[in-house]
């Protein structure tokens, strides 16, 4: 099976620079054909279907629109960055994430793979972010700044599309509410008949970010509770499976 049959990868998009630009999967199909991810979406126009951002990568925001400030809200700040294709080595995409200035805050090997699997298929994103610079790099969530109310977001993310029939399972987990900030091994989301998305990879302190009320989105949480911080010369490594059908 060949990638392109069942996604598309975006690799520079020509969008405004305060949602970010970042390489991204969209659209995401069935083997049927149903698309099961979503791109700037009117409710939040930084979504981009699949991919990894983060809302705060020391003081830069690589999640897109506005930054959370504790006491403020949030609000509209000059702190977007962009996270860039750099080129190819094999099948290993190197990317860098900058901040405004343009300077490097994290180096990224990035793997993407697709592989059949019995009733639809199989997503692979794996990524290794390395610290090039002196000084600690931090990774943290509005929940991590202060917004608390389970906003834990950033890390892989994948906005889904409009939900007629919703459903959502963690282990003995049934509900939104439940499963945000849990670490279940496997999470699943569906729409009735449409398509089942089954996530998993959680490792160390990951954490499930769940949104099915407000807006329909899936993601693991890299900073849910507490800042996840990367030492200088140091590699945070990741790899999550998407099982598509």
């Known amino acids: ?23 991204y ?16 979406p009117a409710d939040h126009e930084w979504h981009l279907g699949a991919g990894l951002a983060m809302p705060d990568v020391s003081g ?19 702190d977007h960055g962009r996270i860039e294709h750099v080129g190819w080595r094999g099948d ?18 990035r793997e993407c793979g697709a592989a059949a699997v019995p009733g639809g298929w199989r997503l692979t994103l794996a990524t290794a972010l390395t610290n090039p610079g002196g000084e600690p790099v931090e990774l943290r969530s509005p929940a991590v700044n ?8 950033g890390g892989f993310f994948w906005r889904l599309p409009p939900l007629a029939e919703p459903s959502i399972v963690a282990g003995a ?25 089954e996530f998993s990879g959680l490792a160390g302190d990951d954490r499930w970010f769940a ?16 800042p ?8 945070f490594r990741r790899s999550y499976r998407v099982r598509v059908s």
């Open 25 to 40: 999967l969209h659209p995401v199909r069935t083997l049927g054909g149903t698309v099961v991810t979503d791109v700037l």
């Open 146 to 153: 202060g917004r608390g109310e389970g906003a834990g977001y």
């Open 228 to 235: 996840l911080v990367i030492g200088p010369g140091e590699t």
């Open 211 to 226: 949104r099915i009320a407000e807006y329909p989105g899936i993601g693991v949480a890299w900073a849910f509770d507490r």
């Open 173 to 197: 987990l049934r509900d939104e509410e439940s499963i945000n900030g849990s670490a279940e091994p496997v999470l699943t989301v569906s729409d009735g008949d449409r398509f089942s998305l």
């Open 60 to 78: 830069t925001n690589l999640w897109g629109g506005r930054s959370y400030v504790h006491g403020r809200g949030y609000v509209w700040l000059p």
């Open 1 to 23: 099976m060949k990638l392109s049959e069942v996604a598309e990868y975006v690799l520079e998009p020509d969008i405004d620079p305060v949602l970010v630009p970042r390489p």
């Open 92 to 109: 290993v995409e190197e990317l860098r994430w900058l901040d405004p200035a343009g300077r490097i805050l994290l180096s990224e090997a």
